[in-house]
């Protein structure tokens, strides 16, 4: 089974393949606006990962015992 993460990761890189695809296939292109929301949603993505990350590395240094 696949961990919700990781669905997650699968699904948008699927969104976005097919949206790059897309652009690309169009003669027009992407307009700014949708770079700029496809911009956002990534970094969105790599603050939550980055969030999630962290909380599981201070959990896991404030089980240390030093003592």
């Known amino acids: 089974?696949?961990?919700p993460t990781n669905?997650?990761?699968v699904f948008?890189?699927?969104?976005?393949a097919g949206r790059i695809a897309h652009a690309r296939r169009s003669q027009l292109g992407a307009s700014a606006?949708?770079?700029v929301l496809i911009?956002?949603?990534?970094?969105?993505?790599a603050i939550a990962v980055g969030a999630?990350?962290?909380?599981?590395?201070t959990g896991k240094a404030n089980?240390?015992?030093l003592g």
């Open 1 to 3: 089974m696949i961990e």
């Open 52 to 57: 999630i990350i962290l909380a599981k590395l």
């Open 63 to 65: 089980d240390l015992d």
């Open 33 to 35: 606006v949708e770079w």
């Open 7 to 9: 669905q997650t990761l």
């Open 39 to 45: 911009s956002a949603l990534l970094i969105g993505i």
């Open 12 to 16: 948008v890189r699927a969104l976005l």
